[in-house]
């Protein structure tokens, strides 16, 4: 199976600050790579797609990035809507696997 | 928009038996493969069942492997999982999820299963 190695667990930030969260992949999952937001009592919402993509209806301070097998969501200026758990998900095989989830609260 | 509407959990003893349903709307869900995923109380995600779109193709997590059945009815828009032989470890919210474009997944609000005795 394929690990996705998530850091960090947790991560307090500023108001307009950016805020970088990055996944290391185990093995290569090429652009197979997508990006999730969970608010409490929600299920996922997805906000990036194929390690660049952005989902419909995601603001454009979300982007994400490659550089060989770690990948990185970078939310450019971090807005009170944005507090959540945040995971990354491997689609290269099954099982997909996901990783263990970044914590982000305001501080 | 898409749309999925998960149905069928409850509380239910180890050992015991619940099927889960997912009703589909706003894209052809004929086309697409579906997943199921879980979250157990305070954790993370953990993808347990993918069914191709014209269900010749059928995988699953270790963790279910011969006691959950995913299965389709492409003419009622409709996603189930099967499960048998209920544990406790068993207990999580049940998403079920569309397959998307480069892996993306479109998801459900979820149905809670319970399994305690």
């Known amino acids: 199976d394929i690990q996705m190695t998530q850091s960090p667990a947790s991560l307090s930030a500023s108001l307009e600050e950016i805020v970088t969260i990055t996944c290391q992949a185990s093995q290569n999952i090429g652009n197979w790579l997508a990006w999730y937001q969970q608010k409490p009592g929600k299920s996922p919402q997805l906000l990036i797609y194929g390690t660049t993509s952005l989902a419909d209806g995601v603001p454009s301070r979300f982007s994400g990035s490659r550089s060989g097998t770690q990948y990185s969501l970078k939310i450019s200026r971090l807005q009170v809507e944005d507090i959540g758990i945040y995971y990354c998900?491997?689609?290269?095989?099954?099982?997909?696997?996901f990783g263990s989830g970044t914590k982000l609260e305001i501080k | 928009e898409v749309q999925l509407v998960e149905s069928g959990g409850g509380l239910v003893k180890p050992g015991s038996s619940l099927k889960l349903s997912c009703v589909a709307s706003?894209?052809?869900?004929?086309?697409?493969?579906m997943h199921w995923i879980r979250q157990a109380p305070k954790k993370g995600l953990e993808w347990i069942a993918l069914i191709y779109y014209d269900s010749s193709n059928k995988y699953y997590a270790d963790s279910v492997k011969g006691r959950f059945t995913i299965s389709r009815d492409n003419s009622k828009n409709t996603l189930y999982l099967e499960m048998n032989s209920l544990r406790s470890e068993d207990t999580a919210m049940y998403y079920c999820a569309k397959m998307g474009s480069s892996g993306g997944l479109d998801w459900g609000q979820g149905v809670m299963v319970t399994v305690s005795s």
């Open positions: 998900q491997q689609a290269s095989s099954t099982p997909l696997t």
């Open positions: 706003g894209f052809t869900f004929s086309s697409y493969g």
